[in-house]
């Protein structure tokens, strides 16, 4: 809103009221595409197909760019969390390899000692 508006408690109200029975409108709009399309549950598509239904076409193509950088971001959080598991993974396996190589130096440096016990008997 523009500085300098004021806007009544009662208009605030009656704003509130609408925007819920409009998204309880869209979403019944949606339903009925999940349905016909034999699912339960909503997607992007059925809103989107909702919105035209409703006559609300000049909000797909925000909606849908909206989508997009949505779906994006979410990719980019998944491929960064998929790095974070190999690099732990990897982490972990070069561990486990440090752990091995210590173990096998200890029994090849118990098997020298029990060698060279057995030279000196």
């Known amino acids: 809103l523009p500085d300098g508006v004021n806007i009544s408690k009662e208009a605030r109200s009656a704003i509130s009221r609408a925007a819920s029975v409009f998204v309880l409108y869209a979403t019944s709009c949606a339903n009925n595409f999940a349905m016909k399309g034999k699912r339960k549950t909503l997607n992007a598509g059925d809103v989107l197909s909702a919105m035209e239904e409703m006559e609300f076409q000049r ?25 974070k598991d190999k690099k732990a993974d990897s982490e972990e396996q070069d561990k486990s390899r440090e752990e091995e190589n210590d173990d096998d130096d200890e029994r090849m440096e118990e098997e020298e000692q029990n060698d060279e016990e057995e030279v000196d008997n």
Not at 67 to 79: I, P, T
């Open 59 to 83: 909000f797909v193509a925000p909606l849908k760019e909206s989508l997009e950088v949505y779906r994006r971001e979410q990719k980019g959080k998944k491929e960064a969390r998929k790095d």
